[in-house]
RNA sequence: GGGCGCGUAGCUCAGCUGGUUAGAGCGUCGCAUUGACAUUGCGAAGGUCAGAGGUUCGAGUCCUCUCGCGCCCACCA
């Protein structure tokens, strides 16, 4: 009789077998690299044994639920660390969530003002944290189970967070010891203020938005000076020009004049500089360093006073005389009609577009501000003591600029497509100190405390700790902790060793790091994967990973972002309810070449939840003749690949091609390129395997001759759980489940963890 | 202003180091099919690989230029 397990004889139905089969998989213990199958840990069996393949997650932040971004991000990751797992290797995927800062913070602030009307100072700083690290919670479990539906095989006994205790020990003792090697200091620098949420936003996480807005041309003096932004103009004392610019030549620099300005008569004076463009505007104009960083730049370089005319909230300073205390924007026609009255406006074009910087995180107009903020110098010489750089030999001095493109530029790490090679290179070497502190509450708070008293001459230095510090040591008094909190991305830096148990005694780094690879979308290309060349390349001298697979970014169908606002968002977790992971999975992998962007429809997603019934039927039919007769019930576990005696013609030749595919698709996964891979086994299955082979073994099966018909449903039966292999990194549920419906000689082993069938 | 990428069938895209009549999915049009297949099979139409030039025995693939898109970076007051 026909083995047809009941389960098989209704269609596949993923939402009945999804859950069923991760709970499967995290019971049998295989997600971690420390339960591994016996084969696995035996070298004759095994040629991968003592090989490791290691990967982070990049932590999803706890801002919310996950998206098609991080669907495609888990469907590559998971993929690859399925292949390798099979394949022998001691397979470590670390997984984790993101406090993500600024975002967080500024999600719970924003609903708890729709909600109450109050600001986080209405609550206070410790009611703050409570909500925020709630809704994180809340927000984590939200994701676990999103990961979970995915597929993903996650060793879940590894899980950090980058805000836990033993992430914020890693964050601590890295401030240390870059501040100790004088790579992080405080400094008045000018910064990215956002006046809405009181924080300095990092260059990365500015969006410049076109707008149009009157360019106003002033009298100043002897000069005409253009400007968009009167209302800072109040404190402008110096006057800027190029100096080879023949208009201006009978000025000189350092000359003084004495002019009529917006509140009265002033002093200002000639600054030539060669950054001013003779072409723009009258090519004059006046500075105001604290609140452009052009003009800080200029006023640092020629040694000039700074003044602030703004306040952090966007109000003016008394400087600003009447006006003094009135939002700018509110200020600002007052200001020209003043200018206008007093015969200073010269003219107005009406139609100048320029560039406005806003926070990608909330949308405020940054104001730029000279603050009091901590840096890292990405400029100043350290010395490696114990380098495993390439080309850096222990005892030389490098800056962090150079330690970042010498990891790449000499092929240590490895970047796909490695054009984005040129796009990192490029990036760093227009790379600015980074700010890396800001004045949010919820964050890793920096480990530097003051002393409230400063008795004595050595409690003027700020304490710099690992461990938390209550009392001064140089007069015991108390001591305050800076205020402020670090960038986000300074603990997510550390991540590919944090997560190990660095700086920890006892830890997994000598097994896991490097990391193999890190796979991310490129979007975060500087965020993220430049920072942790920078954290590692310092605290360890070493990389943090081999290679870097970036993947684009998923788009709908019409190419545009997915976005709320477009209502185009595709829900993952739809998506699987609708057509299961496995289908979901496979259209994020299809197509996918690496650092190209993917349209994505849900046409796209229910073709491969066709592919799926048609894997499905494929056993189906199979097992139909896998019966007491022909005797392919007892057939062997082994794959088709290495069988040949006593085979037809025929199916030599279907073996042939079937090792052909397998061996594609193995050298495309080994090389990343999981796209090619998808499609050939894809392919394979569908158009060759049940098209072609089993079609034309409908007359052996069926006919009289039961040598030939069991001899060719054993052949067949072989070949399938050779393709369920070849397929269960893309598609790992059902290729699992079918794999248990198999007759099995020996004992039902998890697909997951046998064999890759290339060796 | 600097950098990067893309332009291949109606649509979405593969095509790695140049090598036979350029591929897939979806869509379209025929025919078959109660079939292992709710979601099937067979077949067909459809491309001067953006355009021009060059290198080569040979170019979708390498080089140069042109045109059209997209993205990133940058301190246009």
Known sequence: MALIPEQLRAPYNPNATEDRIYKLWEESGFFSPDTRPPWADNPETNPNCGKTFSMVLPPPNVTGTLHMGHAIMLAVEDSLVRF????????????????????????????????????????????????????????????????????SS?????????????????????????????????GHRIVNWDPRMQTTVSDDEIEWREEQAPFYYLKYGPFTIGTARPETKFGDKYVVMHPDDERYKEYEDGQKIALEWINGPITATIVKDDSVDPAFGTGVMTITPWHDAVDFDIAERHHLDKEPIIDAHGKLLPIAGEFAGMHIKKARPQIIEKLKAKGLLARVDEHYTHRVAQNSRGGETIEPQIKLQWFVNVSAKFKLKNSKLNGIPSGSEITLKELMRAAVQGGQIEILPDHFAKTYFHWIDNLRDWCISRQIWFGHRIPVYYCARKNKEACERPLVSIEPVE?????????????????????????????LGWPAAENDMADYHPTTVLETGYDILF?????????????????????????????????????????????????????????????????????QDLKLSEDKIRGYKHFANKVWNVTRFLLQYADADTGASSGADEYALNAAEGLSAEEKEMLDELRAAASDITENISAYQLHLACEKIYHYVWHTFADKILEASKPVLNGTDIASRTRRAETLLAMWRTCLALLHPFMPFITEELWSLLPHKNKRALLMVSRWPVR
């Open 154 to 186: 996650l060793d879940w006994s590894r899980e950090a967070y980058t805000l836990d205790d033993a992430r914020t020990l890693a964050v601590r003792t890295a401030f240390k010891r870059m501040y100790d090697a004088g790579l992080i200091y405080r």
């Open 471 to 499: 009392r001064c040591p140089a007069c015991g008094e108390a001591v305050e902790q800076d205020p402020d909190t670090l960038d986000t991305w300074f603990s997510s830096g550390l991540w590919t060793f944090s997560t």
């Open 84 to 151: 390798e797992r099979m394949r022998g290797k001691k397979t470590l995927w670390l997984p984790g969530t993101d406090h993500a800062a600024i975002a967080t913070a500024s999600k719970v602030e924003a609903d708890i003002y729709k909600k109450e009307k109050k600001t986080r100072h209405d609550l206070g700083r410790e009611e703050f944290l409570r909500r925020v690290n709630a809704f994180a919670a809340e927000s984590h479990d939200i994701i676990l189970n999103q990961l979970k539906k995915m597929g």
């Open 527 to 595: 965020f993220w994967v430049a920072r942790m060349i920078l954290m590692t390349g310092f605290l360890l001298e070493d990389i943090p990973f081999r290679t870097v697979y970036l993947h684009g970014l998923v788009r709908d169908k019409d190419g545009r972002k997915m976005s709320k606002s477009l209502g185009n968002i595709i829900d993952p977790l739809d998506m699987i309810k609708k057509y299961g992971a496995d289908a979901t999975r496979m259209s994020l992998l299809v197509g996918n070449a690496p650092g």
